[in-house]
């Protein structure tokens, strides 16, 4: 029988203590959306009594319908002297409820006494009485033994007094967070064991590792072989200081290789493409050396290895990319991405077969404009407009003659920053329309509206919900490329576009264009089909 391990997820609480990591309430949405499309078991959200985003997230999430993921609200054990009810912390983890809530607590007598300065028996009753306060309200409660190796190694009977404290208090999982980063592998493997055999017919034990070693998902992964179950990360790895446990690379690694049950089977393929997912969300580059979701993780350079992995991939690969959704790269010759593509072209054209000469031409526009800086993996919107243009299935909605953009400093009316001005044509009509703005990209959304409003109502239920901007080449400074991301809604439907270029303002420009022709062109294959 495959033993299941449970997977949770902390990009949002962790993770977000990387350095330039900043989520927006939408992107903490957006997160949580693609991680139980991969099918992980927990989500670790936030605090929702440390800053007024988490709790405005946590009310928002309690809208979302999950189809495998349980949300969990994070926070501490009360504090010294105060009873729970009267814990204005523990009052927050309520409000946002949610089923599943995880509590950190110390388990190094250090912290106990020179950080939190209690004294040892006061921190086990705070410990007990929070994960009994919590449990009594119904709740779910996974207690994280914070600096529980460092506890281990100083006061093992101690370290230990603090999981049991937790364990009569009702926690269903003892989760051992190597919180410090340091601990070597038979470290690590010695603890874990010791605490499961202690208390593993009683609870679920867990793991929660980080990277300052080198060692994260290597600790995690001797962790489950001595007995955890519950595994803790970050999908992408990033976090406080070097990281936390990457858990692209451990899902992969115990489901694929040592016999575990991590994520529902049918949703590995789709690893890499939600990784890549949430790296544009998070606006960073996803590493191209990470295992199995890097877009180096199944390169091939020019020479022997090439020919050997043409006639049989098994010579230099160690599963096969498809496997967890990558791809096979030849560096000096690319064979790569049309079954990817053509999985995307079915969605809105199932008659492309694989070998159409159009499909050569798709994989080629794409390379080249990879090249140039695009990233279609996080703009759907815009990867779909170009293939209607390559197959004849695209009509623009609106010519442009010119615009022209403009700032003011000082301000000429307070809020007001910058104008722009265009002309297009549409339907045969001349349109000139100017907008005002607070900046010049949306001044020129509101000129755009302006002037296809009367032929299209429709543009006036696009929303701009996001809007990211990466420096593509920094060694050229100010006159470096950048690609823009927009992400826009209706209401109903949400896509993204993407733009590229050395000007700021033209690379909006390409994206802004194609998030209104995107909106355009589906309602009008709507009133289409409703003909039909």
């Known amino acids: 029988m495959v ?23 939408q992107d903490k949405i957006h997160i949580v959306e693609a991680l139980d499309e ?31 993921a349980r949300l969990v609200a994070f926070g501490s054990t009360r504090r010294k ?38 004294t040892l028996e006061e921190n086990l009753e705070m410990i007990r009485d929070t994960c009994a306060y919590l449990k009594g309200r119904g709740r779910n409660v996974i207690f994280d033994a914070e600096h529980f190796f460092t506890g281990y190694a100083a006061n093992k009977e101690y370290a230990l007094d603090s999981l049991n404290a937790a364990v009569e208090g009702g926690a269903s999982v003892l ?57 803790q990360g970050v999908l992408l790895g990033f976090g406080e200081r070097t990281g936390n446990a990457n858990l692209s690379t451990i899902i992969a690694n115990l489901q694929l290789k040592m016999g575990y049950e991590c994520i529902p089977s049918d949703c590995m ?54 496997t967890v ?24 054209d199932s008659s492309i077969q694989k070998s159409d000469p159009v499909v050569a ?41 010119y615009y022209k953009v403009s700032g003011e400093k000082p301000l000429v009316e307070e809020g007001l920053y910058s104008f722009a001005h265009l002309k297009v044509d549409v339907e045969g009509n001349t349109r000139v329309a100017a907008g005002e703005g607070k900046g010049q990209i949306n001044a020129l959304d509101v000129a755009l509206r302006q002037a296809l409003e009367p032929f299209y109502p429709a543009v006036n239920s696009i929303h701009l919900t996001d809007y990211k901007v990466r420096v593509l080449d920094g060694k050229s400074a100010t006159a470096s490329r950048v690609r823009v991301l927009i992400e826009s809604t209706d209401g109903t439907d949400s896509w993204t576009t993407v733009g ?3 000007d700021l303002v033209e690379a909006s420009w390409f994206a802004l264009v194609d998030s209104f022709e995107y909106k355009l062109i589906k309602d009008l294959e709507k009133r289409f089909n409703k003909l039909m």
């Open 38 to 68: 991969l099918g992980v078991n927990y989500i670790e959200a936030g605090n929702p009594g440390s800053n007024p985003k988490d709790m405005e997230f946590f009310q928002k999430a309690k809208e979302l319908k999950l189809k495998t």
């Open 3 to 25: 033993k299941k391990i449970d997977i949770f997820d902390s990009t949002l609480r962790d993770g977000s203590q990387g350095e330039g990591i900043s989520f927006s309430v």
């Open 175 to 231: 989760c051992l967070c190597e919180t410090k980063g340091g601990a070597m592998l038979d470290e690590c493997a010695s603890a874990v064991k010791e605490a499961y055999d202690k208390f593993g017919s009683k609870v679920k034990i867990g793991i929660h590792t980080h990277n300052d070693s080198g060692l994260a998902v290597a600790n995690s992964l001797v962790a489950v072989q001595a007995g955890a179950t519950h595994v």
């Open 269 to 322: 393929e789709k690893l890499t493409p939600i990784c890549h997912r949430i790296a544009e969300i998070a606006n960073i580059p996803l590493e191209a050396g990470m295992p199995y979701v890097g877009q180096n993780a199944f390169a091939h350079k020019a020479g022997m290895h090439i020919d050997a992995v043409l006639k049989n991939p098994f010579a230099y690969e160690h599963i096969t990319p498809e």
């Open 81 to 118: 002297d105060i009873a729970c009810s009267e814990d204005a912390n523990l009052t927050s983890l309520l409000s946002a409820e949610t089923e599943d809530v995880c509590i950190f607590g110390k388990t190094w007598d250090f912290q106990v006494t020179d950080i939190l300065h209690a």
């Open 500 to 502: 590229v270029s050395c």
């Open 325 to 348: 959704g990558n791809e096979r790269v030849f560096l000096m010759s690319e064979v790569a991405g049309r079954s990817m593509i053509i999985e995307k072209i079915k969605k809105f």
């Open 361 to 401: 031409e798709i994989i080629a526009k794409v390379k080249q404009l990879e090249h140039e800086g695009y990233q279609f993996e996080g703009a759907d919107g815009s990867f779909e407009l170009l293939v209607r243009k390559l197959i004849g299935k695209y009509q623009p909605f609106f010519n442009l003659h």
